[in-house]
């Protein structure tokens, strides 16, 4: 039976002028496509009562413009207006010279404004296809999907962003996902695209990709905001760069004309390490040992095992896999979210499989989820509660029932300073409006502050900044000292090698093998990743 929405792709007969936007003619080099001046936001209750104080930004065409700073700094908030997400409180907003009211994205795509959240924007049970045919304007409610899934294919191929429009999004990738909210921004015909924080889930092969796209995207005169915390993107793909610090501008400067160490300084204050030095495990004491487990409701490859691993006292295991190879579900798994086929879990000397996640939690099982806003907080909820969203049932945050407020409140004002999160205000202010990087820290800080037994961390820094990253890892070295067995999950091999005791590779649902980390090749754990070269020597149980 056809749902709905192939329904109406076949009861229509609209002309592909219908389809098509309108074309446009890419602008002459250098002329400024945007223009902020004196732009300032203020939420409710929010610290000084503004997050953006005072910004001027120009998006010029034919660069790549990126805007650097640490989480809270408000660079999520200045693309929200540039594009018509948010309205601004004070300032102005030139579009190719022509004074502009953004009220709205569509206002924002009307005058050739698109972004591309870091929160990807796609209904997982519809197909690209699908989700791009959402944004578009009819008269009868009726669009042609065939022309639609024709007119992705040619962009996909313009652009070398390969992705099926057939294909529900929840089938795809992590980084099909991304390319696929690029191309639907991009079948708009955008002047100006704004990327926040465009390869928090991609891997480094994958990033490159994403730079070569959008330095051919400028040659062709458009104007590029890369929203990054990343120093080496900065320099990977910018022309321009613009630090921006708790609200304000640090200045804006050509690539060519400044140093990592320049805008290091401006951007935290310091300089940032890249490598923790580790000592060696100190215990075989198991603590966990997942033994032949293969996860429910998954569709085994055919030379697939159940997976098997053990992390010993104080150590942390790295698991290194390109997104969508199997390690959703095996999180799921070793916290209770999903249901198991076959295998064991023994955490702690006891078998945990199929227990409900509730008893995972009891049990001191800390689990930092990748998808923090879906998963790791409940958004419409205030900070202060979502801070004691596993503890609010214990003491001392409550007795008989009875929560305790100042007990809460004191306790999350520890956790807010230690994990240097910018928050307005513990009971006034919902989490949704926190950036991404705020709400991870305040994940970390509701996770680690019991020095749980067993840490399961999925990409545990993605959207942080260096700093914050530097933080994490020190905690996490911190909890391995005193005794914690940490599970982390990254795509990030830098991160996997810097903070790993052993390395694990999963592809297709299975780990290929451990190696020490201390002898592990970069490069060849890439090539295990893609699914080269066959599996891992040196496999240790």
């Not at 929405?5 to 007969?13: N, S, V």
């Not at 730079?211 to 400028?218: A, N, W």
């Not at 200045?251 to 320049?262: D, H, L, P, S, V």
Request: hydrophobic share 40%; glycine share 8%.
């Amino acid at each position: 039976m056809l749902d709905t929405l192939e329904f109406i792709a076949l009861c229509t007969d609209m002309s592909m002028k219908n389809v098509n936007p309108t074309v446009k003619t890419s602008p002459p080099k250098d002329e400024i496509l945007l223009q902020a001046r004196g732009i300032s936001k203020g939420f409710p209750g929010v610290w000084k009562n503004l997050i953006l104080d005072n910004i001027d930004f120009d998006v010029c065409a034919g660069e790549v413009h990126a805007l650097l700073g640490e989480n809270g700094a408000g660079k999520t908030v200045i693309a929200n207006i540039l594009s018509g997400y948010y309205g601004k409180t004070t300032g102005e907003l030139r579009v190719r010279g022509k004074l502009v009211n953004l009220q709205s994205p569509r206002d924002g795509l009307r005058h050739g404004i698109a972004m591309v959240h870091q929160e990807l924007m796609l209904v997982p049970a519809f197909t690209v296809a699908q989700n791009v045919m959402m944004g578009l304007n009819s008269a009868n409610f009726t669009f042609p999907l065939r022309a639609i899934e024709k007119q992705i294919d040619q962009l996909s191929t313009h652009y070398q962003l390969h992705v099926d429009p057939t294909a529900r999004v929840e089938d795809l990738s992590a980084g099909e996902q991304q390319r696929a909210e690029i191309l639907k921004v991009l079948f708009h015909q955008p002047n100006v695209l704004l990327l926040d924080e465009p390869t928090s889930l991609l891997t480094p092969q994958e990033a490159d990709h994403l730079f070569r796209v959008l330095r051919s995207m400028v040659e062709e005169g458009k104007g590029i905001v890369l929203i990054t915390h990343k120093m080496r993107e900065v320099f990977a793909v910018a022309d321009k760069v613009t630090v921006l610090k708790l609200g304000t501008t640090q200045g804006t400067q050509r690539i060519k004309e400044t140093n990592a160490e320049e805008l290091t300084r401006k951007t935290f204050g310091d300089t940032v390490p890249d490598y923790m030095e580790r000592p060696p495990v100190q215990t075989i004491e198991m603590v966990v040992e997942v033994k032949n487990m293969l996860p429910q409701s998954v569709i085994q490859h055919k030379s697939s095992d159940g997976i098997s691993f053990a992390i010993s006292k104080g150590e942390i295991l790295g698991l290194a896999g390109v997104s969508g190879n199997g390690q959703t579900e095996l999180i799921e798994c070793i916290t209770g979210l999903r249901k198991v086929k076959q295998g064991q879990i023994i955490m702690l000397g006891r078998d945990m499989a199929n227990r409900p996640p509730r008893e995972f939690i009891d049990l001191g099982v800390a689990h930092i989820p990748e998808r923090r806003r879906e998963m790791g907080v409940v958004e419409p909820m205030l900070v202060a509660e979502n801070i004691v969203l596993k503890d609010y049932r214990t003491a001392p945050f409550s007795k008989l029932t009875i929560l305790n407020r100042n007990k809460i409140t004191n306790h999350a004002v520890r956790i807010v300073e230690q994990f240097n999160a910018l928050v307005p205000d513990l009971w006034m202010t919902e989490s949704r409006i926190l950036s991404g990087g705020n709400i991870q820290r305040l994940i970390l800080g509701r996770e680690t502050w019991r020095q749980p037994p067993i840490i399961v961390a999925s990409h545990p820094t993605e959207g942080l900044d260096a700093k914050a990253i530097r933080q994490t890892w020190e905690l996490f070295l911190e909890l391995r000292e005193i005794g914690s067995a940490i599970l982390l999950v990254s795509e990030d091999l830098d991160e996997i090698m810097s903070l790993s005791d052993r390395i694990g590779v999963i592809f297709q649902g299975r780990i290929s093998g451990i190696v020490n980390a201390k002898t592990a090749d970069r490069a060849q754990l890439g090539h295990w990743m893609a699914g080269n070269e066959g599996n891992i020597h040196g496999y240790k149980d």
